[in-house]
């Protein structure tokens, strides 16, 4: 399956669209955008209009079957990913869907099943594995640096937002029928992706989960160990009700000649510690943080390029991981 040109349609177009991805698919060579959907058909014509983007639809079905588009990114929160997913793979388009892939892993397995029979694509929006700073980790750790690894920590702890506090209208994020969790499901999942990429599958994986602040109905606290299949260990913990003076975002990865550790989204300074002493990485995110994975999956498709790192079944074994821990 190869084209000249990847004409994208977007099954909605909001914040995430706005910098992160959106502008990345018109940048990309051999990439361009020419339809957008919203379910609010004058916001869909407002991104449309602003982003100089031709055609604009009320109707997901309308976008899918559209004979321009041969490619869908959907972009909607994860209750609908499945459903879209599996449209546009069932009418022949390859998909990108943002992370995580689904609201459930049993919703992954189904979406990919029908990769499978259909033989079309479909992509996700992991895209901290294609990022500069997070290839360094990986490079540092594959070339021994801190020796083998014996266990990997992650720490993170964060204030609430200010939106978790209305009541009457809290942010979907934390509304379980659509997010599937959580915040732990929307930031871990980078977290356990990426140790994914770096050292490879979770066999298994159990946690704990508690709602401190009781400012929502799902989890706000979370605690979890794994192993890999490599037999390396790792534990987690999530705080997304900690106090300012609290916060933190780390990843400590713990060898038998060193230590490593990395942020997820603060992106500080990588810190490598062994007994020849202490150095510090710094790498440059692009303007738009999803470029290089949108890049690797456009080249891809029109034939100039190897399989993109992030497909849906790397991404159904996040979902299975933190289904686990929940």
């Not at 669209?17 to 339809?35: C, H, I, L, N, R």
């Not at 992954?108 to 997070?134: D, H, M, S, W």
């Not at 009541?167 to 969790?181: C, M, Q, T």
Request: glycine content about 8%; proline content about 4%; some cysteine.
């Amino acid at each position: 399956m190869e084209y000249k040109m990847i004409h994208w349609g977007f099954i909605g177009c909001g914040n995430v669209t706005e910098k992160k991805s959106g502008p990345a698919f018109q940048k990309v060579e051999g990439s361009d955008v020419v339809a957008v959907m919203r379910r609010d058909a004058e916001k869909a014509k407002d991104y449309a209009l602003r982003h100089g983007i031709k055609k604009w639809y009320n109707n997901a079905d309308d976008l899918i079957h559209d004979p321009e588009v041969n490619a869908v990114y959907v972009a909607t929160p994860p209750a609908s990913h499945a459903e879209y997913a599996i449209k546009t793979m069932k009418a022949g388009k390859p998909v990108y869907v943002e992370k995580p892939l689904a609201a459930s892993y049993e919703e992954c397995l189904q979406i990919v099943n029908v990769a499978k029979e259909t033989g079309v694509p479909c992509f996700v929006a992991y895209y901290r594995r294609t990022l500069p700073y997070f290839l360094r980790v990986k490079q540092l750790i594959d070339k021994g640096s801190i020796g083998n690894i014996s266990t990997v920590q992650i720490r993170f702890a964060v204030a609430p937002r200010e939106e978790d506090f209305k009541k009457d209208n809290l942010p979907w994020r934390v509304k379980k029928e659509i997010s599937g969790a959580g915040y732990f499901y929307d930031l871990a999942s980078h977290q356990l992706d990426l140790l994914d990429y770096i050292l490879g599958p979770i066999e298994d994986a159990n946690g704990f989960t508690s709602n401190v602040a009781g400012l929502y109905e799902v989890e706000d606290s979370v605690s979890g160990a794994f192993r890999f299949e490599s037999g390396v260990v790792g534990s987690g913990s999530w705080s997304f009700v900690a106090s300012k003076i609290a916060h933190v975002d780390a990843i400590d990865f713990i060898g038998t000649q060193g230590k490593l550790t990395c942020s997820t989204f603060d992106f500080t300074p990588i810190v490598l510690e062994t007994d020849k002493g202490r150095q510090e990485f710094i790498e440059k995110n692009p303007e738009n943080i999803q470029f290089y994975l949108i890049e690797s999956i456009v080249n891809y498709l029109n034939g100039k390029g190897s399989e993109p790192v992030s497909n849906c079944i790397t991404a159904t074994r996040t979902n299975r991981v933190m289904d686990k821990i929940l």
